[in-house]
């Protein structure tokens, strides 16, 4: 029966009853529910919350469950989580009131993206007229 269930773990693609998690990051900690969050949705692949560090009078975190550093470790993810992500998204836009108005999704990926939290999550922000230009480098000549 052990041996059933492990080969079934090794399967590519087959979605795994305990999401990985790395043992230092708060993201996979707010799965686990032993970091505090504040909840506005959940289902079996994400998890969505209020950022602590708000930068719009709605700025929400989308988080798949499964520990992924960043958007560039997309593909480690199933379809099914990845579809989840984009549309938890949405739901929380349109839960909060904003969907019509108008909204912005945000992924840092990596150190010069200014990435703080190395486990894949998109801001979903919105509720105010945001800033035309999200970028804060100065402006180049293009190429």
């Given at each position: 029966?052990?041996?059933?269930?492990?080969?079934?773990?090794?399967?590519?693609?087959?979605?795994?009853?305990?999401?990985?998690?790395?043992?230092?990051?708060v993201?996979?900690?707010?799965?686990?529910?032993?970091?505090?969050?504040?909840?506005?949705?959940?289902?079996?692949?994400?998890?969505?919350?209020?950022?602590?560090?708000?930068?719009?009078?709605?700025?929400?975190?989308?988080?798949?469950?499964?520990?992924?550093?960043?958007?560039?470790?997309?593909?480690?993810?199933?379809?099914?989580?990845?579809?989840?992500?984009?549309?938890a998204?949405?739901?929380?836009?349109?839960?909060?009131?904003?969907?019509?108005?108008?909204?912005?999704?945000?992924?840092?990926?990596?150190?010069?993206?200014?990435?703080?939290?190395?486990?894949?999550?998109?801001?979903?922000?919105?509720?105010?007229?945001?800033?035309?230009?999200a970028?804060?480098?100065?402006?180049?000549?293009?190429?």
């Amino acid at each position: 029966m052990l041996r059933r269930a492990l080969t079934l773990l090794l399967i590519p693609g087959l979605l795994l009853a305990a999401p990985a998690k790395a043992p230092d990051c708060v993201f996979c900690k707010i799965v686990a529910g032993t970091a505090p969050s504040r909840k506005v949705y959940e289902n079996e692949h994400v998890l969505a919350f209020w950022d602590i560090r708000p930068r719009a009078k709605v700025h929400l975190l989308v988080i798949p469950k499964q520990h992924v550093a960043s958007l560039k470790e997309l593909d480690e993810l199933s379809v099914e989580a990845r579809a989840a992500l984009l549309s938890a998204c949405v739901k929380v836009a349109k839960d909060q009131g904003i969907l019509e108005e108008g909204f912005r999704v945000i992924s840092n990926a990596g150190k010069d993206a200014n990435q703080s939290v190395f486990h894949l999550h998109f801001h979903v922000a919105g509720g105010e007229r945001l800033r035309e230009d999200a970028i804060s480098a100065e402006p180049r000549k293009a190429p």
